[in-house]
């Protein structure tokens, strides 16, 4: 009952994640702007509630959690300038290649040992994506097509190892005190140049900024954080992948996407390699001896 509450989090989370892409798109600002306001709205509302008494800097684990939090500063801005500078249903099948970085930096990071299937299943990855490039190709894309998908492809690396880092004090913290920890260096590092923007003014880029803030920020990420107390790091990200559906469900029906053959071939070539990436296959009692 617990796993399967856990699971509802996750797929709640990730309808709000699609939004993302479709609110960026929507505002005519600075990248760092729609970083910064993403993270204010979700950092505010924790500031005025939980952080007065959870004393967060006597906390064991905080080094950690503010690391993971200058990871997801910087991922963050790959995030935005990815979306706005390729369609979303592109972004987000590029973000979603972070299970393969994350088995990656497990290998390296943590010492664990990548197999035959890891080594098979990172090249279906790839040829999901080599599969998309081509149909770029064939819609003769832009040059920032493949520079925007290029910055989603870093965000995802760096969305990978945030996780692991949030993942590993997570015992130390509740849902909500992660979900600050995740905000605070975006707010103060963002905010001298959000100043800059000439646009920051505009009550529509407040609008969009305050639900994309709420919505994807406070709700999903909440929901996130709750449902990784619950369930480990590489289950979730088994489901996290229901994100491509939503995005590309809101694509087609804000932004009236295309999505052609070849894309959809790419798509499922991707996240089905992913997530039999995810998915670690059960060891018999007698191989384990060995």
């Not at 592109?90 to 390296?108: G, I, K, Q, S």
């Not at 990172?122 to 520079?147: C, H, P, R, T, W």
């Not at 945030?162 to 590092?189: A, D």
Request: hydrophobic residues 55%; aromatic residues 14%.
């Amino acid at each position: 009952m617990r796993q399967n509450t856990a699971i509802l989090m996750v797929i709640g989370a990730t309808a709000m994640w699609g939004m993302g892409g479709l609110f960026a798109q929507k505002m005519d600002v600075m990248t760092t702007t729609i970083a910064w306001l993403r993270c204010f709205f979700p950092f505010a509302i924790l500031l005025l509630t939980i952080v007065p008494r959870a004393k967060l800097h006597e906390r064991e684990g905080k080094g950690i959690a503010f690391a993971g939090s200058t990871v997801n500063m910087v991922r963050m801005f790959f995030f935005f300038w990815g979306f706005t500078n390729t369609s979303i249903s592109n972004a987000v099948l590029m973000l979603y290649t972070w299970p393969v970085w994350a088995t990656v930096l497990a290998h390296f990071v943590l010492g664990e040992r990548i197999t035959k299937r890891h080594i098979l299943l990172l090249m279906g990855s790839f040829v999901g994506i080599a599969v998309i490039q081509l149909d770029n190709l064939n819609l003769q894309a832009k040059a920032e097509d493949y520079l925007g998908m290029a910055s989603m492809v870093v965000s995802s690396i760096l969305y990978s190892i945030s996780m692991i880092l949030f993942k590993k004090v997570s015992p130390m913290y509740k849902p909500m005190e992660l979900l600050f920890w995740q905000n605070l260096v975006c707010v103060f590092v963002f905010f001298p140049i959000f100043w800059q923007d000439p646009n920051w003014l505009e009550p529509i880029a407040w609008g969009w900024g305050a639900l994309l803030g709420v919505l994807v920020g406070f709700v999903g990420f909440g929901l996130f954080f709750a449902a990784l107390k619950q369930m480990e790091a590489s289950k979730i990200s088994v489901f996290c992948f229901t994100e491509v559906l939503f995005a590309m469900l809101y694509s087609c029906l804000f932004f009236n996407e295309q999505l052609s053959v070849t894309k959809i071939l790419g798509a499922l070539i991707l996240i089905g390699s992913s997530i039999a990436l995810s998915v670690q296959p059960k060891v018999k009692k007698d191989e384990s001896k060995d």
